[in-house]
């Protein structure tokens, strides 16, 4: 454990207030820096065309000591290519982390020639005001927090007081179908961080970081893990730069740190699921992209690549599964089945032996992306972000932390896809 090196005036005075804790955070020491190679690996030898990634794996780069040329390059490429593409279509988050990624790149004269943050503050808007009109904004809260964060940190506008009512803490904001979101809580707290470091005043935005906090602090599980393994990384990033909400006893950073690390490379496989972890694991949080220095020097990678084992069932012995699709909306659609298939295979094989049984029933569509593919309609009923509905999955009535080409079924188990609203 160490304090962080970056402290505000303020952040000084409480410091000096509350020295045993302010910014507590643990890191992966030299010795065990090499467990993080396979993220890495992952990230740089990755030639995934989905927008989203690139900045991801740019933020996260910008901690490696080691710099990587070649592939910073060719991710920096496609985020100036994501700007220029930019259009009404392209969500305000996915424009937050172009820009977050641009400043971990160094390329603030970008930034400010094209005018960059304003045009974000106006996707913001438009976020803002669909609040404003329908209750929910255009996209997520998670987006929002990704929008608050680049515009906070780039000295961009807002007013703090709507921030501090943007972030209220309101279930429909953190909450997806009864269960507390930590990756948006997450991302909240890191843009209400970043908004109270500047404007250190504002006992609204203190207070949703401290109850935020607390609903995060209330999702450690027994072995470390914060919310799932997925949302861990940015959990983590929030309790370091939260530590003077809560007490030394209320969290092992240690313990989490552990089993995270004991994650790769198997959960973290994906270049967008590395991305979002690294930067935690070596004690960095987003609001670290505007320190540092701006200079590069080539860098080698010596690692072979780890391979992604998708759909491909490794035992020929079978199982029988439960499945079934159930419109949750209109309660007007239910339909359930036993198939069998080899150990070891995955939810979507499920579907696609469901599928060859009965076409009308279980037919079903997917959309790839840096996730896998995401299932958009059962049944020939289609989920749609216009009404803000999904098919949502779940084992055993329990809602699933993987996506159907990486959760591995087992004997027994009782699967179901379910159109629910989000
Ligand atoms: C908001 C959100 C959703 C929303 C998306 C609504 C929307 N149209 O915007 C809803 C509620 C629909 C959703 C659904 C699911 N999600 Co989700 N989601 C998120 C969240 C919090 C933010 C995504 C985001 O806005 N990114 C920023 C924008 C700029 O990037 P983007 O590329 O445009 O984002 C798109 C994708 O992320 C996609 N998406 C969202 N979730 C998932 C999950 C899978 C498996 C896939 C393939 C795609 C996908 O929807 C986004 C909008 O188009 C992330 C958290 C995170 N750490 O990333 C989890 C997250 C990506 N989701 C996750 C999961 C598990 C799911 C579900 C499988 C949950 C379930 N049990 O049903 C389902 C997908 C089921 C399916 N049909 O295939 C996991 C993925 C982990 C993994 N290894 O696959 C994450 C990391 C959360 C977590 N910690 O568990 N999700
Ligand atoms: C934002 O403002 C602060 C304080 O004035 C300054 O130190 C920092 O460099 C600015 N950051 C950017 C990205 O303009
Ligand atoms: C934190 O977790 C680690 C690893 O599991 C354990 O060794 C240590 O004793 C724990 N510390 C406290 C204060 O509980
Ligand atoms: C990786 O390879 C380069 C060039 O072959 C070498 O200089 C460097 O020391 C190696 N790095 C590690 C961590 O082994």
């Not at 020295?19 to 090499?34: F, G, T, W, Y």
């Not at 779940?394 to 629910?420: C, H, I, M, T, W």
């Amino acid at each position: 454990m160490r304090v962080s090196q970056w402290l505000s005036p303020v952040g000084f005075l409480l410091f000096s207030l509350f020295p045993a804790h302010l910014c507590k955070i643990c890191e992966v020491n030299s010795k065990e820096k090499d467990k993080l190679d396979p993220l890495i690996n992952t990230m740089v030898n990755s030639n995934e065309p989905y927008p989203s990634v690139a900045p991801q794996i740019l933020m996260a780069l910008k901690f490696v000591k080691q710099h990587y040329s070649k592939a910073e390059t060719t991710f920096l490429n496609q985020v100036k290519l994501n700007i220029m593409q930019c259009d009404g279509a392209t969500s305000s988050g996915q424009f937050a982390l172009d820009l977050l990624a641009l400043t971990a790149a160094c390329q603030t004269c970008i930034i400010k020639d094209y005018k960059l943050v304003k045009k974000l503050e106006q996707k913001f808007q438009a976020e803002v005001d669909n609040i404003d009109k329908y209750g929910h904004p255009l996209t997520t809260y998670y987006q929002l927090g990704l929008d608050v964060l680049a515009i906070c940190l780039l000295n961009g506008t807002y007013s703090t007081s709507k921030i501090a009512d943007l972030f209220s803490v309101e279930p429909k904001k953190y909450y997806y179908n009864n269960q507390f979101s930590v990756d948006t809580g997450a991302l909240a707290v890191l843009a209400l961080t970043c908004v109270d470091r500047k404007n250190p005043d504002v006992e609204e935005i203190r207070n949703n970081i401290e109850m935020l906090v607390k609903m995060i602090l209330n999702e450690i599980k027994p072995d470390g893990t914060i919310g799932n393994i997925y949302s861990t990384g940015q959990a983590m990033q929030a309790l370091f730069v939260t530590s003077k909400y809560y007490k030394e006893e209320d969290w092992n950073c240690t313990k989490t740190l552990k089993t995270v690390l004991n994650h790769i490379p198997q959960a973290f496989q994906r270049p967008i699921a590395a991305s979002q972890v690294l930067p935690a694991l070596q004690g960095k949080t987003y609001l670290d992209l505007t320190h540092g220095t701006c200079q590069s020097s080539p860098g080698y990678l010596n690692n072979s690549i780890p391979t992604i084992t998708e759909s491909t069932p490794q035992s020929h012995q079978n199982i029988s599964v439960k499945y079934q699709v159930v419109d949750f909306i209109t309660k007007h659609f239910k339909k359930s089945i036993e198939v069998s298939v080899p150990e070891g295979s995955f939810f979507l094989n499920v579907m696609e032996k469901a599928q060859e049984e009965d076409r009308k029933a279980f037919g079903f569509t997917t959309k790839s992306s840096e996730w896998g593919p995401y299932v958009t309609s059962v049944a020939g009923i289609e989920a749609s972000s216009k009404d803000r509905t999904y098919w949502q999955l779940l084992n055993n009535d329990q809602p699933l932390s993987q996506g159907v080409a990486e959760f591995v079924v087992s004997k027994g188990d009782k699967l179901e896809v379910r159109l629910s609203y989000y």
